[in-house]
């Protein structure tokens, strides 16, 4: 609170702007005393402090105080310029994006290789999740790019208060990874603070409120495009609606600062089927925005059948005309939501995947 009250004090548009006035008053007020103007004399009165002391003093504390006020630079300041109307890097072609997440894909990309060799195709979108305070993985987009990816990172500020993102607590972190992205200079694809509609993260619905996100997110945009950062597709992901989601229009940050939507839903019980899982998420995406959209996390688990439901996967994403999807290939044995998606253990389900990829085609 107490943090929120100075930084507030601090900004341009808060009560900070009463205390440059103040000063600037101050200031002006005090170098006019210095002018040869007549003054009148109270009797009895007299100097304790030599006249050139006193008045050259004077002039300095008013230039110190206006220099602290106006030329410090306040890195709790946050970046105010304008979003940019947000245009993709590159644009949308048609054919299958096709993404995926691997365990350990950071330290040594063969995950990665032995996902394509099993597929049948290099990916297109390779993900990564990214903590706060963690720089932007340099080198392992590089070799991203060099095997025909585009690198997806998703920004996790976890327990660290969205409210001191929005309010520019930590713009140097922000300035620094911006400027890491846009020395790059590929395409990246961002997304940040993922799936609020959802509540298990501390970001996430009944814990943040839906305008502090938005006001998070529209600030780290801001970060970027006042950086010069060119290279960047933001994506705006969101988890499929459930009985106790969150509304997604709540957490809209605006065309403005949003280039792709990304929605994250799993086939996880034997009745699933792509309308079941992702049609009425697609139907309030479709009110909210027309932006191209693509299932930037998904998978299908033993119990709902990776054999039976990828030919409808695939047919959903050609119908409703999205990007394509990105498959999360880890194994969990946690219940019914942290199941064994990867493909690799089931030669049938490759099989139909790697038949279902070759006939969507390469984007082109």
Request: charged share 15%; glycine share 8%.
């Amino acid at each position: 609170m107490l943090h929120e009250m100075v930084t507030g004090f601090l900004r341009p548009d808060g009560p900070y702007l009463y205390v440059r006035l103040v000063t600037a008053s101050y200031a002006i007020s005090a170098v006019g005393r210095l002018l040869p103007v007549r003054v009148k004399q109270v009797p009895g009165y007299r100097r304790k402090v030599p006249a050139g002391v006193w008045y050259g003093g004077t002039l300095v504390l008013a230039l110190v105080l206006a220099t602290c006020v106006y030329l410090v630079p306040r890195n709790e300041q946050p970046a105010r310029a304008p979003a940019a109307a947000a245009a993709p890097v590159h644009p949308v072609r048609p054919g299958l994006h096709l993404g995926v997440f691997e365990p350990g894909e950071t330290v040594s990309y063969r995950p990665v290789e032995q996902f394509a060799t099993a597929v049948g195709r290099n990916p297109d979108i390779v993900l990564y999740y990214s903590g706060w305070r963690e720089p932007f993985l340099t080198q392992f987009s590089t070799t991203v790019y060099r095997h025909g990816a585009e690198p997806f990172v998703q920004i996790e500020p976890d327990h660290i208060g969205i409210a001191r993102i929005a309010h520019g607590y930590f713009d140097t972190y922000l300035r620094a990874y911006a400027a890491q992205v846009r020395a790059y200079r590929h395409p990246v694809i961002l997304s940040f603070a993922p799936e609020p509609n959802g509540p298990w993260y501390s970001w996430g619905w009944t814990h943040t409120s839906p305008a502090t996100w938005v006001a998070a997110w529209r600030h780290v945009v801001d970060v970027f495009n006042s950086a010069g950062v060119t290279n960047v597709t933001w994506l705006w992901t969101v988890n499929v609606e459930f009985t106790r989601s969150g509304p997604l229009q709540l957490y809209w940050p605006g065309s403005s600062y949003v280039n792709w939507v990304g929605i994250d839903g799993y086939y996880v019980h034997r009745h699933d089927t792509f309308a079941s899982v992702f049609g009425s998420t697609l139907g309030l995406v479709r009110k909210i925005t027309s932006k191209p959209t693509l299932l930037s996390e998904t998978a299908i688990g033993p119990t709902a059948g990776q054999v039976r439901c990828l030919p409808g996967l695939f047919a959903g994403i050609r119908r409703n005309h999205l990007l394509g999807l990105v498959w999360f290939d880890l194994t969990q044995h946690h219940g019914t939501y942290h199941e064994d998606w990867r493909l690799e253990h089931n030669p049938a389900a490759v099989t139909v995947f790697r038949r279902e990829v070759r006939n969507f085609g390469r984007p082109r």
